[in-house]
């Protein structure tokens, strides 16, 4: 077993975190607005969760869900009427506030260091919808509905679903998603490639922590370097990536997990890494 010390969770303000073994839990806990991202603290606790993941060697996975009926229904729709919070001033003063804002939800969830499922437990609308693309699987309840909504309120996808989208699922299908602003069901979205499972919502859960218990039961540190290639290979040339491939690959040869591996491998029994 990994011997690293359990860390101590982020003080959050609109979400729950739980650690169970290796797997983290962030619930987005503002059922009360649909947890909404942008008239809550819910960009804080993200972005703190994502740190604390990174600086954290006993955490090897992370799901994203959301209490309530919503997975997060993104913006608060009232907020741009009134013009009011991220919303409102002159064009340089919305800028610097989706800056300080909600795009620090995308790069913080780039920046993760771990598999990330999210859990879609219900409308994922909007940011919300985007929030879900940010990670690297999706399960959807049955009920469930999602949409790239932003035109349909006369503004563009300012939190970059854009960027993450297409690469989900092609140019073409992200572009009548995003040019349409229409909300489609669960069914839908694992045909199109946006969810890998549906499930019962009442099983949702149990899946998804069964799914991230088997990532989390793989050597830690190979498992948080493959997730970087993953990441940076969507970035670089062939070349470039290969040299890189080699160098962590040298490191990975050279650690005692490596060894674990292959030595209960040829023993045929179970492994128990170190994460060293």
């Not at 799914?211 to 970087?228: D, E």
Request: charged share 20%; with cysteine.
């Amino acid at each position: 077993m990994h011997q690293t010390t359990t860390p101590s969770l982020p003080q959050l303000h609109d979400a729950l975190l739980q650690l169970d073994g290796r797997v983290a839990t962030l619930t987005l806990n503002r059922d009360d607005v649909r947890n909404e991202l942008t008239g809550t603290r819910l960009v804080d606790d993200i972005e703190a969760v994502a740190r604390w993941v990174n600086t954290n060697e006993a955490v090897s996975a992370l799901i994203v869900t959301g209490a309530g009926k919503a997975f997060s229904a993104g913006g608060n729709v009232k907020h741009m009427l009134g013009r009011e919070g991220t919303f409102g001033g002159d064009v340089y003063a919305v800028q610097k506030q989706y800056r300080e804002g909600i795009q620090r939800i995308p790069l913080a969830m780039h920046r993760l260091e771990v598999p990330v499922i999210a859990a879609i437990n219900g409308a994922a609308i909007g940011a919300g919808f985007d929030l879900a693309c940010m990670c690297d699987i999706r399960l959807a309840a049955s009920e469930a509905v999602m949409g790239e909504t932003f035109v349909n309120m006369g503004i563009i996808p300012g939190d970059g679903g854009a960027w993450f989208l297409q690469r989900l699922i092609g140019y073409q299908r992200a572009a009548e998603l995003t040019f349409s602003g229409r909300v489609f069901g669960a069914a839908e979205a694992q045909a199109m490639g946006i969810v890998m499972e549906v499930v019962d919502g009442a099983a949702l859960m149990a899946r998804a922590q069964a799914l991230a218990a088997g990532f989390a039961a793989k050597p830690p540190q190979a498992l948080r370097m493959s997730k970087r290639l993953m990441k940076s290979a969507q970035r670089q040339e062939l070349a470039d990536f290969l040299d890189q491939c080699a160098v962590l690959q040298g490191v990975c040869h050279n650690t005692a997990d490596h060894l674990e591996a292959v030595g209960a491998f040829l023993d045929k029994r179970a492994p128990q890494y170190s994460g060293r």
